[in-house]
C-alpha cells in the first residue's frame, strides 16, 4: 500500500481545516484507502477508482492497527500512523483483513450512505503514537477481497461481548441509525438515558459501557457462548449486562424503551449489588 500525493488523489480537494490521506493498493491501484475528517468527526472509506478517475464508494471501514512493539495488541488508527495493510493477491483482486466481530455501528457513528447495516474493522500496519487506545473488543481477522467484504457489511451481523470484561452493552435495532420517526428517536433516547443511569450510580468501576445497533448478540466466556437474538430482544431496544463470575444479564424493553430507565438500573444493582441504583427506581 502506497500513500497517493495529495495534489494527485482525492485529498486534493479537502479543506485545509480537515485532514485527508490516501492510499492505493500496490497489486490492485484502482483500489484506494482514503481517511478524512476534522477535529469532531473522521471515516475510513474503501473506493474503487474507474478509468476515468472517478471514486466509487465500495464500504467504510474502522481502522484496527497493530504494531510490532506491542505484540498481541491492537489498536485504534490513526491515519499518520499507518504504513501499510494486511493484504495479499488472489482470485478476485487484492484480498484484506476484515473482521465482523464487533462491527455494529454504535453511538456517534455516521449512518453509512451505501446501506451498510456493520461497520467492519480493516487490518492495518504501522507505529502507533497513541498506545493508550487499544481496541478491547474481540476480534478475528478474515481474508476476503473489498467486493465481498461489501455484500457481508449489508447483511445483519452478531456482535460479540467479550464475557471476561465487566459491560453493558445497550441497544436499538440496526433500522433505528439515521431514522427520523418519532418511535425511532425516543427509542434511542430512552435507551441513552437508561445507559446514563446505570453509568452514574454503578460509580468508578471499570465497566465498558456502549450503546450498538445490532440484531444479535454472542456473549463468549472461555469458549463458552450466550446468544440472544429475535423474539428475545423484545422492541430491540435493551441491554446486555456482563459481570465476570456471573451469567449475562440481557434487560429488554417489551413496553416501550422508556421502561428502561426503571429496568437497566434494577438489573445493574442486582449484578453489582449497588445500593445507589436502588434508589434510581
Not at 504504513?83 to 454504535?106: H, I, M, P
Request: net charge positive; proline share 5%; charged share 25%.
Amino acid at each position: 500500500m502506497q500513500r497517493v500525493p495529495d495534489r494527485l488523489a482525492r485529498c486534493a480537494a479537502a479543506q485545509q481545516d480537515r485532514y485527508c490521506v490516501e492510499w492505493r493498493f500496490t497489486r490492485e491501484p484502482s483500489l484506494r484507502l482514503v481517511a478524512e475528517g476534522g477535529q469532531d468527526d473522521g471515516g475510513w472509506t474503501l473506493y474503487r477508482v474507474d478509468g476515468r478517475g472517478r471514486y466509487r464508494r465500495l464500504l467504510e471501514v474502522r481502522p484496527a492497527l497493530q504494531d510490532d512493539r506491542w505484540p498481541g495488541q491492537t489498536f485504534w488508527g490513526y491515519a499518520l500512523d499507518v504504513t501499510d495493510a494486511v493484504a495479499t493477491a488472489g482470485a478476485g483482486g487484492v484480498r484484506l483483513s476484515f473482521s465482523f466481530q464487533s462491527a455494529a455501528l454504535e453511538a456517534g457513528d455516521s449512518p453509512p450512505t451505501i446501506g451498510q447495516r456493520q461497520l467492519p474493522h480493516l487490518l492495518l500496519w504501522g507505529q502507533t503514537t497513541q498506545p493508550n487506545i487499544v481496541i478491547r473488543e474481540p476480534l478475528r481477522f478474515e481474508v476476503m477481497t473489498s467486493a465481498q467484504a461489501k455484500v457481508r457489511s449489508r447483511q445483519r451481523g452478531v456482535t460479540v461481548i467479550d464475557g471476561a470484561r465487566a459491560a453493558i452493552v445497550a441497544f436499538a435495532p440496526t433500522d433505528a441509525l439515521g431514522a427520523t420517526d418519532d418511535g425511532s428517536v425516543e427509542g434511542i433516547a430512552h435507551t441513552q438515558f437508561a445507559l446514563r443511569d446505570a453509568r452514574r450510580c454503578l460509580g468508578t468501576r471499570d465497566i465498558d459501557y456502549r450503546l450498538v445497533f445490532a440484531d444479535r448478540f454472542k456473549v463468549v466466556t472461555n469458549g463458552l457462548r450466550v446468544d440472544y437474538r429475535g423474539h428475545q430482544l423484545g422492541q430491540g431496544f435493551g441491554a446486555v449486562l456482563v459481570n465476570p463470575g456471573q451469567a449475562p444479564r440481557l434487560v429488554v424493553a417489551r413496553e416501550g424503551p422508556s421502561t428502561l430507565q426503571q429496568l437497566l438500573p434494577q438489573a445493574a444493582s442486582e449484578l453489582w449489588r449497588e445500593p445507589a441504583c436502588v434508589d434510581l427506581r
